[in-house]
């Protein structure tokens, strides 16, 4: 399944410039997409008690040092913006209408806005920049202004920013992925572990279990098969119910019966799912073939099998299958 990051952002973060520099290739590489979600920083701030760094001295004096190392890590063409900080409100109106117009038209604002902000130090708090860079990037500056005055633009932007403080956004960038929140562009490490899937550990475990229990039925050793087995153990088949209470007490009657009238020889696994599952339980609908030692077919045979963890270890509890 396609995973998806939540990148919750406004222009005048420098720190977002540098998450947006880099979420497009770490969502590429993992075949994640990125729901742009623009917000007004200054009424997050608000919201939350909280306040840009480069109002904190030391915290300001530190940032400001810190993310040219960041840009450098990352390749990035940063550069301190001397009129930093700027009232952004009009520029993440735009960045909503724009979105409400289109991906399209969003993405090609935001190509447009991130670097006169973070790499050309234009003075994105005059009116009449910010309409120098909309035209060198194909926007009607008159448009833009009509657009951002909309009282519907007005309140989406309201809207998403209560949102992202409801969801406990502080500040920017913040990213969401699955659910579990990350702030701070130092955190895409974090983000990018979280769009690759893990190894699913139950199923390779249920399927360990199986593979090793054939081994033992191939190999003709009870003893190996009673180890993949939980007690009590129950197969029904061919109408009949037999309970096995202990190890040990699971014959090997029927294959005698296949080796001396149909020349068994082995059999194999075709197809394993599981179909339901829980922390301690999985049922796990497979097929399996029956051969000769000539190798033709015996039969192909639909089965359900109920596997249990007990005390760290997968067990085949139950086998339920309309073979003989």
Known sequence: MTKKIEFWFDFGSPAS??????LPKIAAARGATIDWRPMLLGGVFQAASNRSPVEIPAKGKWMLEDLP????RYGAPYRRN???????????????????????EFLRYVDAIYPAMWEKERNMGDPAVVAAVLVEAGFDPAAFQAMVADPAVK???????????????????????????????????FVADLLVDKPDETAAACMATLDRFMAGL???DADAMDAQMHFPHIRFASGRIAVYEKPGSNPLDLFDKLKKEDNWSRSAWNERRIVQRSDTKAHVALTYTRYRADGSTLGVYESLYILTLKEGRWGIQVRSSFGP
């Open 17 to 22: 410039y540098l998450a947006w520099v880099q």
């Open 69 to 72: 190392r960041w840009a450098q």
């Open 82 to 104: 001397p009129h930093f900080p700027i009232n952004t409100l009009s520029l993440m109106r735009g960045a909503v209408g724009m979105q409400m117009k289109g991906e399209s």
């Open 155 to 189: 309140d989406k932007l309201k809207a998403v920013t209560q949102e992202a403080v409801e969801r406990g956004v502080f500040g920017a960038p913040t990213l969401f992925v699955d659910g579990q929140m990350h702030f701070g562009q130092d955190r895409l490490d």
């Open 218 to 220: 191939n190999a003709y």
